[in-house]
C-alpha cells in the first residue's frame, strides 16, 4: 500500500490523480479475488458497513474455517465463489465449510 500510495502521489501533476486517490482510499488489504472488492464496495456503499476480509469467526480454533467477508455488525458472514468453484473438487470443499460454519452458528 505504501508504494502504491507513493506512486499515485508522484502522478500529481496528471489528469485523473484525484479519481486515483479517491479509488486508493477505498482498497482493501486482504481480497483473495477481483470479485470480492466489488461485493464489498457494493455493502460499503448501502450503508452496510465494512466487512472484515478473511476473518475467521474463531480466531483461537484452527479449524474455524475462514469466511471472505464478515460484518460484526450484522453478525453475518459472506462468501464470494467465482468460477474457480465449480469444479465437484471445490464444491464439496466450499461444501464441508458451509456446514462447519453452519454448525459454529447453532453452537455445535
Known amino acids: ?25 477505498r482498497v482493501r ?27 475467521r469467526l474463531d480466531p483461537w480454533d484452527p479449524d474455524c474455517p475462514e469466511t471472505h467477508m464478515f460484518s460484526p455488525e450484522l453478525a453475518v458472514a459472506l462468501e464470494y ?6 469444479t465437484p473438487a ?3 470443499r466450499d461444501a464441508r465449510r458451509d456446514r462447519r460454519l453452519l454448525a459454529r452458528r447453532r453452537g455445535r
Open 29 to 55: 488489504v486482504g481480497a483473495h479475488s477481483a470479485m470480492e472488492t466489488p461485493a464489498r464496495l457494493a455493502l460499503v456503499d448501502a450503508g452496510l458497513g465494512e466487512p472484515l476480509l478473511q476473518h
Open 90 to 92: 471445490q464444491q464439496a
Open 1 to 25: 500500500m505504501a508504494r502504491l500510495r507513493a506512486t499515485v502521489e508522484d502522478l500529481a501533476p496528471f489528469h485523473g490523480v484525484a479519481r486515483a486517490r479517491a479509488a486508493l482510499e
Open 81 to 86: 465463489d467465482g468460477g474457480g468453484h465449480l
